[in-house]
Nanobody, 126 residues
Framework: VQLVESGGGLVQAGGSLSISCEFS?????????MGWFRQAPGKEREFVSA????????YGADSVKGRFTISRDNAKNTVYLQMNSLKPEDTAVYYC???????????????????WGQGTQVTVSS
C-alpha cells in the first residue's frame, strides 16, 4: 500500500489550498478510516481530519472545523483536504494516513493508523 500526497505549497493567510492523497495497492473501501495529520516544527504530530472508509462520515479537529473539509473520490482512489481561511498556525507538514482496524474512538490517535504518506509541506505566510 502506498499513499502519495500532493498539492502542498505556500499561501497567504486567509487563502485556500487543497491537498490530495492518492492510494495504490488497495481501494479506499478497504480501510476503516483515512485522514490527515500534521506536524509543525518543534510540535507534536496532531490530528486534523478523518473520513470513514465505507459511509463517508467525517471528523475534524476543533482547530480546523468550519475551515477544512475532507472528502474522497472512490473512482480516483484519492482523499482530499480542502483548506480555507488558512492561518499561519496551519503551517506544517501534512501527512495522509489510513487504517484498517481502528475504531471510531481512535481516529484522533496517530498510533491507530498503519499507513502513512511521506508528507507535504503547507506554509501559510502572515
Amino acid at each position: 500500500v502506498q499513499l502519495v500526497e500532493s498539492g502542498g505549497g505556500l499561501v497567504q493567510a486567509g487563502g485556500s489550498l487543497s491537498i490530495s492523497c492518492e492510494f495504490s495497492g488497495r481501494t479506499l473501501r478497504d480501510f476503516r478510516f483515512m485522514g490527515w495529520f500534521r506536524q509543525a516544527p518543534g510540535k507534536e504530530r496532531e490530528f486534523v481530519s478523518a473520513i470513514s472508509g465505507s459511509g463517508g462520515r467525517t471528523y475534524g479537529a476543533d482547530s480546523v472545523k468550519g475551515r477544512f473539509t475532507i472528502s474522497r473520490d472512490n473512482a480516483k482512489n484519492t482523499v482530499y483536504l480542502q483548506m480555507n481561511s488558512l492561518k499561519p498556525e496551519d503551517t506544517a507538514v501534512y501527512y495522509c494516513v489510513a487504517g484498517t482496524s481502528l475504531i471510531l474512538s481512535s481516529v484522533r490517535f496517530a498510533s491507530a493508523y498503519e499507513y502513512w504518506g511521506q508528507g507535504t509541506q503547507v506554509t501559510v505566510s502572515s
